[in-house]
């Protein structure tokens, strides 16, 4: 401060003058001053220029199957679990908290403002939609692409978004068909396509994408999607459609269409995985029986599949289901010749009981249980969770959220064979090939072979029971009784714990519950969006 | 204090021995040579003044001036009298003879002189011609302010509310006149000149808080559409003094839920609602009656504990300050340290707060020609929290049945089976193990320099630099929870995660650059002109990354090199800019006829470069006229009658960055055959054309000074004019689900009056004021498309309406028969006698979404704000109280406790009694359920909706001054003490929480408003 001395006063009087100046000119030159740009994230028009960019953007398509509408693990705290709750809408399983409001559906209480799965599988389908669209928009701007790998990918965004249709179709009819990338000003207020404009897209995405798909994948790029997989969703849409709820006339050539899709991918190289236990664990992950799985790793990818099943409990299964188990000599229960014994209900059971849940007096982790281990209904499910009767290591002892591993089973040769069999013995009825491809699934688990001899009707209740066991804890079987409209008996009862006590009445309404409700934010948000029924 | 206290402890024979002793000593006094004085006291102009105080100095003998003026006292020879009188400057006259004297008061001009800050530079509060409120810090000294933002409080046309009273982040949420935009609404905060958090200051060094509410505000035009707020730190003036203040106090939460703490009765209730909605029962009697016997002897395995009573102790608070001030004409400065610290009222380490302030403030006046001065104000603070923050959700999740420890002292859960509760929050267990810190250094450093050019130019210029460093640690050992009859363990945590240390570092650094020209001229003494022109540059870089690491043998270390296993690191970085030119035209005539204009351009980098979206143009101007100075105009008791209209545009530009680019961000990630892939996607819907949100405000007022400045009366009526609002819309699903862009929606109207009244005056020694203001606002929509905006908790935006109104089912009471269901509108399944009836609006015959009736109330901006006050003073003592209050606001919390059993919560006592039985068919709650087993009666519905206006007393505050003549030998200037209470009483309708709290939450576990009771002292040498 003392080096200012009054002597200094014309320098400095310059200095501030020059300084007075500069600070005004400065700034008024520099136009670029105000010119930033994010470091964190991509223009639009500087991303899609490279192949590495495109493959990026074609895992995003990918990345939306963790979504928590779609098949879960991906939220805001950890992890969901939604590809298991979809089987607590069906009568093999109870979701007694009613996370993401699944117990709502399955007790015929929701509506449009409930929220929960409702509107989250009506969003995530438009994520994985927007985005597939986008991918095949754009990437044919990106130069230097190997062509073979361009047209492999678009392969896989057609099937992704077949998917996705598929999905979003399945659950609520008739939606919007949009196939361009996401534009507010065009799409905002299209109404809703007829559901069977959907399908046929869904088919022409799957026709064109096994077209262009490989068969298999080797390395790193396991778990995208093959050739048997747009094949095989195809069968599963083909089945669907051809099911009293979408027949309703029904035509004998749509049994006849879905036979020959199932068929088709019979035709190629899946194998049935030895170990029904087996298939569901992480080891055997991508195995030659899986058509095409949801890819989870631990710790970046997990989903809460362990967590729910082990701790939460929030896919109890139900003695509805315990019962439908037959014995291991191939008879039900129900029959007195069967040898079931009421005070031994779990002796002698079909194996695949053991391998798909715990029951009271089981031996879990370790350790034998009681019937407070599970308390909602005294079972728990094991499918898809790493435990089972030995003690865990002691870092897997506990997974929590979004710590779960194995890979969800979307489509699998057991899945296709019993699509084959029940489409044929409707198309066709029960001939040879029906009963084969029952009993190859009969025989992994060393079940007798289905009674010969069986006409079209017993066939059919065959082979509705069969898939209820095989495919049980898969998230497929309230789908199924809605197609085959047997909900309304299947889901209009009350359910019970292990031991017959009472836990809550459900309720279906034909008229209203086939469907689910547009989403009120949706009807909000585009009111050129109709209501389905009695909503 | 301890004087008083040994007065007390004393024995009576003492007392009369003091008294005895006191009565003597004054009696001699009175007879040594005391003349008997006169006198007449009047106003300059020669109008007699009455009630004029006059003292005799060093003595305590006084009296007042009578209705013509005159006084009499009596007063020793060479003793000196002493006349004050508000809104006259003092006057001391050496008493010499008897001689009757003739006094005249002058007008205290000053006081009409002071001055106010108003942007880039300050104006004489008399010549103003905006809406401006000035908040006195020394207004609030003693009281346990630990934010600044919580000093406005009560300020008129200023909502500030504070949510949420949590050790280290209780701030308030500053609302000026309503809410004119539907995105940040947050006023610009300068400090000094430079945009920084007020409440990164210690309020003990702040000067002063100024509002600009109308165009006042335009000269910040960017950023000035939610009003501006210039906070002024104190500086050195006039002799050298050291100040040193202490304060401490106990805190208690002001209100919390009721809720059921009696195991049985909770249990009971439980079941009562599991069966109303069809379920199981979900404790077996047989269970309820073993944990009814065992209560008697086991309080580890049958616990009837109220979660709130456990957790919540008294907190403490406690403030010391120092400084050092003083100024000369060549050089001014103050230098000041800090110290807060606060202990919540939580147990356990995880709600702990220490700040460390530092302020230096120093200039120099180098010669005639040449300033220069220098500031750094700042903090080093850090505040704790619990490593799972959700303390308060776990407490309103706890049960009665929840074991609090077993006996061996391990964390307890239930034994009793209960469905959503499959992993205990045992809120001790959370409460003492794990622990989160937050350490902030947080500078704002300015240099600047101001420089007398020739022609009476002054160049002023300024740069600041704002730092903020924050590191947010965490560690948190496993925990587990023990069945308390089995032993049986629960990991709380994972021990694929837990222990687990994580880190996250902050780095932001702020700096702002501006500088200005200023020119005032008079021209032929009447004609007052100044003009000041000048320009800014703002850059914002922010910067940030956190990291975390596992693998430690145990809980006991928590540094990162103890740790084994590496996991993932995340980060990122963003910058901001602002540029800015604008300038100011005062004109008055003779102090009467007064003129302002503003402009100002701003250009900000939140916008598109294309097209002309960038940059802003906000002009403002406004008039005043002192009708008081007119010749014409003769009163003998208005002191001051001014009025002022002013009309201006101001912009907002709070948006995200790069809203208007459209952007691919990564983190879409996907594995393949095990490996992780990188992926990426559009999650935005851009408008690339999204440009300045503007609010033009009109403003018409008038302040009024009658009898002495006795009554002082401010109205202002306004109209805030906001168009081209920035808001992120929703857009439907189909369209790819993305994220809704940002956009120029629509158009806000807020039209209020506020209006300030004062009345201050003595009798004798007793100086008294009360004061009181009232700001009435009025929101309303008044464009957006004709679209309708819907927010995700049950509120909308609708033209006509305010923003935030409610859009929910209209009840109509509740169903009391099978065959009322039966003939009424379809809701559910199970909708039967009890449950809420809901209104068919559209007579459909289905109770749905389309249902939903608009609610005329907004659920974040009241109607009305309120404050009013006193303070008495009484030779040294003093008493104040000011009083807040709010009305037509509405609130609709949701989940835990709001609602019963919200997943596996509980429910609140009023549950027990006032939910629908058949017996009982005139209650006010539905029959009970659980919230979220079934769902129908606790969709968002005007049932629901909760009145939370209320009014509070802020403040209380006794305060003594000791009397000089006990100082001046200790050489102490002055010492005061005080003891206040804060929060003392609250009335409001709304029960089940603080009604200040609730306001823009929708739920119930902030952490409560608290009461405090507070004393200290205040010492100047």
Known sequence: ?535 | MKLLLRFHTSSRLKVRVLLLGILCFTALSLQAQDLPITGKITAANGMPLIGVNIQVAGTSRGTASTADGSFKISAAKDATLKFSFIGYLPKEVKVTNTTPLEIKLEEDVQKLNDVVVVGYGTQKKATLTGAITTVEMVDKVGQPLTNVSNALQGVPGVFANLGNSQPGVDRSTIRIRGVGTLNNSDPLVLVDGIEYSMDELNPADIESVTVLKDAAAAIYGSRAANGVILVTTKKGKGASRVNYSYYYGQQKATYLPDIIDDPIAYMKLKNQANINEGKAPEYADADIAEYQAGMATDHFTYPANNWYDIALKNGVIQKHDLSVAGSTDKYQYRLSIGYLNRDGILFGPGNNENKYSIGINASMNVNERLKVGVTMDGYYRNYTTPFYTSTWSYLARALPILSDTLQDGRYGNSWLRTLGRNNWENPRMLAYNGLMTKTVQRFLTTVFAEYKLPFGIMYNIKFGVDKYDGLLTGFTPRMQTFNPKTGAAINWNSPATAPRSQRTDYNDINIHFYNTLNWNHQFAAKHNVALMLGASYDNFDSDSWGTSMYGYLDGTLDAFNAGTVWNATDGNYTRDVLQSYFGRLNYDFDGKYLLEATFRSDGSSRFSPAGSYRWGFFPSASAGWRIDKESFFQSNFIDQLKLRVSVGSMGNQAVPLYSYLPTVELGEDYSFGGTLNSGGATKKYVDPTIHWETTTTYNAGADINLWGNRISLTVDAYKKHTTGILRAVNIAAQIGNLTGPQQNIGAVDNTGVEVVLQYKNNIGNLDYGVYGNVSYNKNKIVDLNGEVVYNSDGTILKEGSPIDAFYVLQAEGLFQSQEEVDHSAKQSVNTKPGYIRYKDVNNDGIINGDDRVLINTSSSVPKLAFGFGFNLGYRGISLSAAFQGISGVKVLPVANLAFPFYNGANATKEWETDAWTPENPNARLPIITTSTGYADNFQRSSFWIRDNAYVRMKNIQLGYALPDRWLSKAKISKVSVFINAQNLLTFSKYKDFDPESVMNRADLYSYPMLKTYNGGLNVTF
């Open chain 1, 1 to 535: 401060m003392l080096l200012f001395k009054p002597r200094k006063n014309k320098l400095m009087k310059k200095i501030f003058l020059l300084m007075a100046g500069a600070g005004f000119l400065a700034m008024g030159c520099n136009k670029s001053l105000l010119d930033t740009s994010p470091h964190d994230r991509y223009t639009e028009a500087t991303f899609w220029t490279t192949p590495e960019a495109a493959a990026a953007g074609l895992t995003g398509c990918y990345s939306v199957l963790r979504n928590d509408g779609i098949y879960g693990g991906k939220n805001s705290s950890g992890g969901s679990a939604t590809a298991l709750w979809d089987e607590t809408l069906s009568p093999n399983a109870y979701n007694y908290s009613n996370t993401m409001s699944f117990n709502f559906i399955a007790a015929g209480q929701q509506n449009a403002s409930t929220g929960g799965i409702v509107t989250a599988r009506f969003g995530d389908c438009y994520t994985g939609i927007g985005r597939c669209n986008t991918f095949l928009a754009k990437v044919d701007e990106v130069p230097d692409m190997n062509e073979d790998d361009k047209a492999r990918m678009k392969g896989e965004a057609k099937f992704l978004r077949a998917l996705y249709y598929f999905t979003l179709q399945t659950y609520y009819g008739d939606v919007p068909l949009i196939l361009d990338p996401p534009n507010k000003e065009t799409q905002g207020k299209l109404p809703r396509t007829p559901r069977a404009e959907v399908v046929a897209q869904v088919i022409t995405d799957l026709d064109s994408a096994a077209l262009v798909l490989p068969a298999s994948y080797t390395g790193t790029n396991k778990g995208r999607a093959t050739k048997g997989a747009a094949m095989a969703l195809k069968a599963r849409a083909l089945l669907y459609e051809a099911s009293p709820l979408l027949n309703t006339t029904n035509d004998v050539a749509k049994w006849t269409a879905a036979a020959a899709a199932a068929k088709a991918v019979m035709n190629l190289n899946y194998k049935l995985f030895g170990d029904y236990r087996a298939l569901f664990l992480q080891p055997n992950e991508n195995n030659s029986e899986v058509i095409f799985d949801v890819q989870y790793i631990f710790p970046n990818q997990g989903s809460s599949f362990d967590l729910i099943c082990t701790q939460y409990n929030t896919n109890a299964p139900l003695p509805d289901l315990a019962k439908a188990y037959y014995m291991k000599n191939g008879l039900p229960t129900s029959d007195p010749a069967s040898g079931y014994d009421a005070a031994n209900p779990y002796l002698n059971r079909d194996p695949r009981l053991y391998a798909t849940f715990t029951y009271p007096g089981d031996v879990y982790k370790g350790k034998k249980i009681d019937s407070t281990r599970f308390a909602s209904t005294g079972y728990g499910m094991k499918k898809y969770s790493i435990y089972d009767s030995i003690t865990p290591p002691s870092d897997k002892s506990d997974l929590k959220d979004g710590q779960s591993d194995i890979n969800f089973i979307v489509l699998r040769l057991g899945d296709v064979l019993l699509m084959y069999a029940e489409a044929q013995n409707e198309a066709a009825g029960p001939d040879a090939t029906v009963y084969d491809a029952l009993n190859a699934l009969r025989d992994r688990v060393k079940m007798p072979h289905i009674t010969p001899g069986l006409n079209k009707e017993q066939m059919r209740a065959e082979i509705h029971h069969e898939r209820r066991i095989e495919l049980a804890g898969e998230g497929l079987y309230y789908n199924d009784i809605r197609r085959w409209k047997t909900a309304q008996t299947e889901l209009n009862t009350s359910i019970f714990s292990w031991s017959g006590k009472y836990l809550e009445k459900r309720s279906f309404n034909p008229q209203r519950d086939y469907w689910w409700p547009i989403p009120q934010t949706e009807r909000d948000l585009n009111p050129e969006l109709t209501q389905n029924n009695l909503y």
